[in-house]
């Protein structure tokens, strides 16, 4: 156990809906960073906050968002979902960012299913 | 950009040793992570390179070398529950911000059979 928590672990919704994901991470981690993981593509780095703030974004989609709250916990906005965007969604946390070792403690996903 | 090699698929037999090899080729580099990943399941941290060399852990040991943009990692005395996912990733800027960031290669799925 990692420490991140993510919820919920299953979703499965329709086409064009909208999904909201939570990330709680690990205690005293200021970071929190989102991945994509789907069967042909590998680990995609989607956005990291850092302390509420946007730090460094990846190949995030405009149709996704994210924000990190005061209480440092974290949400990823997914919306007018396609079919494509099927894959398991991870959350990590680290207790700082930027140039020093800085390991990152993955959460335990979030499957999503687009039908 | 960040461009990250990894075999895809390898097969090896319990209680030998494999090396799983990672190339790259980005635009900054402070670090290399290797992580293992079972199906379904979390990453979770493995090693960590960031001068040339070979980091020694128990049974896995991963090695850098910079200059050529190169790193192994090498698992000895295989046990069945090795058979999981290895991916290579390597922290460097984000092309928007600068801020650093890990940039994962598709990861290199063993298969340990008896």
């Known amino acids: 156990d990692s420490g991140v928590t993510q919820t919920p672990k299953h979703l499965i919704t329709a086409t064009g809906q909208r999904v909201t994901l939570r990330c709680s991470p690990r205690s005293g981690d200021l970071s929190v960073y989102w991945y994509q993981q789907s069967l042909d593509q590998g680990l995609q780095f989607l956005i990291q906050y850092y302390n509420g703030e946007e730090r460094a974004k990846g190949n995030i989609l405009e149709r996704f968002s994210a924000q990190q709250f005061p209480d440092l916990h974290s949400e990823l906005n997914l919306s007018s979902l396609e079919l494509g965007d099927s894959a398991l969604y991870f959350c990590?946390?680290?207790?700082?960012?930027?140039?020093?070792?800085?390991?990152?403690?993955f959460g335990p996903g979030t499957r999503l299913t687009v039908l | 950009g960040q461009n990250i090699d990894q075999p895809t698929e390898m097969t090896a037999t319990e209680g030998a040793i494999v090396q799983i090899n990672c190339t790259y080729q980005?635009?900054?580099?402070?670090?290399l992570f290797w992580y293992q990943q079972h199906a379904g399941e979390a990453p979770t941290f493995l090693s960590y390179?960031?001068?040339?060399g070979l980091e020694e852990k128990g049974r896995f040991s991963s090695f850098l070398s910079r200059s050529k943009g190169y790193s192994y990692l090498l698992l000895k005395e295989l046990q069945m529950k090795d058979s999981a996912s290895y991916l290579c990733?390597?922290?460097?800027?984000?092309?928007?911000?600068?801020?650093?960031?890990?940039?994962f290669g598709t990861g290199t799925r063993l298969t340990v059979i008896p």
């Open positions: 390179n960031v001068l040339d």
């Open positions: 980005t635009s900054g580099f402070n670090g």
């Open positions: 990590a946390s680290s207790v700082a960012s930027g140039l020093s070792y800085n390991e990152q403690f």
């Open positions: 990733a390597v922290r460097g800027p984000s092309r928007q911000t600068g801020a650093n960031n890990l940039f």
